[in-house]
């Protein structure tokens, strides 16, 4: 929801003299109503007719970021880039510009830049939880096993509470095939996010431990939530399997497949 705070954001950092009565004022207005509006195209006109109006303003850093993700709203990824490039062209040690181009560049694979711009963030904010968690995550998924168990470590360490720490520790027992000692922080995620990814988390986790029943709970209040998520069917398939249904596990299988789930994976149910 970050365009509902940007006009907040321009008043409390910038001057009010800068803004007094305006023409760059009434753009940044008309901007950040079109952005609450959800209308991207117009949004983008006029902070781009604000940044354009008075290029030395100091507010351009703000815009430009705004910009970049009215852009990357819009689907133009490489556009985004180019106006949080120039963003950190002024600001360059601005965490808030670089988280932004940080989520652009993963949304477009370009998962290095990405990894590169969490760094810098943690090497300037040490507290901004959030950088130090899609860091950990990347280097997960890239292998990088002792540089995401140090960025969860210290999340764990630091942030024992937050919802990224427990998050931290749950993907990276899972990914180590520690399945029993990813379920307790599946299982405090779940008391606050009842969302159908750490339903269908954990309920992995419990087939993997042979906890079936607790598997089938979390398995159905996972569907519950997303009857059209094709890896729940597979779970599902893997379930019937292991409690001698091969007809509903073909059954199960085949609609993960019709959900978009690679049918390699679900060959051994079929």
């Known amino acids: 929801m970050w365009h509902k705070i940007l006009l907040l954001?321009?008043?409390?950092?910038?001057?009010s003299w800068i803004f007094a009565d305006t023409p760059y004022l009434d753009l940044v207005e008309k901007a950040d109503k079109a952005c609450a509006d959800g209308k991207w195209i117009e949004a983008a006109s006029l902070l781009q007719n604000a940044i354009?109006?008075?290029?030395?303003?100091?507010?351009?850093?703000?815009?430009?970021?705004?910009?970049?993700?009215?852009?990357y709203n819009l689907g133009f990824d490489s556009l985004a880039i180019?106006?949080?490039?120039r963003a950190l062209s002024i600001a360059p040690s601005s965490v808030t510009i670089l988280a932004n181009r940080a989520k652009v560049y993963t949304a477009m694979g370009h998962e290095q830049e990405a990894f590169d711009d969490y760094g810098r963030i943690m090497q300037l904010d040490s507290t901004y939880i959030t950088a130090r968690y899609h860091h950990g995550l990347l280097a997960l998924k890239h292998r990088m096993f002792d540089v995401a168990k140090n960025d969860f470590d210290y999340l764990t360490k630091h942030y024992p509470s937050s919802d990224e720490a427990f998050i931290a520790q749950a993907t990276i027992h899972s990914s180590l095939g520690e399945y029993e000692q990813a379920i307790p922080f599946y299982t405090e995620i779940l008391r606050t996010m009842?969302?159908?990814?750490?339903?269908?988390?954990?309920?992995?986790?419990y087939l993997m431990t042979g906890n079936l029943q607790?598997?089938?709970?979390?398995?159905?209040?996972?569907?519950e939530l997303a009857p059209d998520d094709g890896e729940l069917y597979l779970y599902r398939a893997a379930l019937n399997k292991?409690?001698?249904?091969?007809?509903?596990a073909r059954k199960d299988a085949r609609k993960a497949i019709e959900l978009g789930v690679d049918p390699a994976r679900a060959k051994e149910f079929l």
Not at 54 to 60: L, Q
Not at 82 to 85: A, G, L, M, Q
Not at 214 to 223: P, Q, W
Request: proline share 8%.
């Open 194 to 205: 009842k969302e159908p990814e750490y339903y269908g988390a954990r309920a992995y986790c």
């Open 52 to 71: 354009d109006s008075e290029p030395a303003n100091p507010g351009n850093v703000l815009l430009l970021s705004n910009l970049g993700m009215v852009r």
């Open 242 to 248: 292991m409690h001698f249904r091969p007809d509903d």
């Open 214 to 223: 607790d598997a089938a709970d979390d398995i159905a209040a996972a569907l």
């Open 82 to 85: 180019e106006s949080f490039n």
């Open 9 to 15: 954001t321009f008043m409390t950092m910038i001057p």
